[in-house]
């Protein structure tokens, strides 16, 4: 069983970064797809990027080209770099573990 615990959320203005991190406990964490979630006010959870255990990326074509993920095995951590933020990117964002797993969320706020 994994723990996800997510950090690195806050308030920015437009256009600012943000990197999200992920840590999992467990040792399970080599054989997991990582993605992270966001949920915006008043919307669904929808999926904002993910990476499989052999490095293969998606991204949401909302964030393509502005979000990178990626993870540490030797640190158990995932990370999410956010460029170029837009306040549509505010929002919880949520890591998980294979969808399966999730973190408590963290807020991200992008002011105009």
């Known amino acids: 069983q994994a723990q996800l615990v997510e950090s690195g959320g806050g308030s920015v203005q437009a256009g600012g970064s943000l990197r999200l991190s992920c840590a999992a406990s467990?040792?399970?964490?080599?054989?997991?797809?990582m993605a992270w979630y966001r949920r915006a006010p008043g919307k669904q959870r929808e999926l904002a990027a993910s990476?499989?255990?052999?490095?293969?990326?998606k991204y949401a074509d909302s964030v393509e080209g502005r979000f990178t993920i990626s993870r540490d095995y030797a640190k158990n951590t995932v990370y999410l770099q956010m460029d170029g933020l837009k306040p549509e990117d505010t929002g919880v964002y949520y890591c998980?573990?294979?969808?399966?797993?999730w973190g408590q969320g963290t807020q991200v706020t992008v002011s105009s």
């Open positions: 467990g040792s399970l964490f080599s054989f997991y797809t």
């Open positions: 998980t573990a294979e969808t399966t797993y």
């Open positions: 990476i499989t255990t052999d490095g293969r990326i």
